[in-house]
Nanobody
């Protein structure tokens, strides 16, 4: 199983970006997935998850601004980010796990497969 993120860029504060995470390999299209991010000097944090029933969960820091959803036909997880702020600057990672899971989790240990990340930089 491999994950590949793309879509990271430098953007002005208040702008928008959409990140993509393409999943390849033998894994269910209903596998649970999540987005994490890591800013310089900080620990990696979970920001959004989607479970096997496509129910989503968001960190307070991004709620109302970020939306995650699946394009099942393309085996892709997307993260639509609006109203970007300086503090959103980070490297963004997607992760997934085998099997089905109902109820999103932000526990990093719950995800076996990770991408290499894509950089998002927000400038004032």
């Amino acid at each position: 199983v491999q994950l590949a993120e793309s879509g990271g860029a430098s953007v002005q504060a208040g702008g928008s970006l959409t990140l993509s995470c393409v999943v390849t390999g033998e894994i269910s299209g209903r596998a649970p997935m999540a987005w994490f991010r890591q800013a310089p000097g900080k620990e990696r944090e979970a920001i959004a998850s989607i479970d096997s029933s496509t129910r989503t969960r968001y960190a307070d820091s991004v709620k109302g601004r970020f939306t995650t959803f699946k394009d099942s036909a393309e085996n892709t997880l997307l993260l639509q980010m609006n109203s970007l702020r300086d503090e959103d600057t980070a490297r963004y990672y997607c992760a997934t796990d085998r099997g089905l899971r109902f109820g999103g989790t932000f526990d990093q240990k719950a995800y076996e497969y990770w991408g290499q990340g894509t950089q998002v930089t927000v400038a004032s």
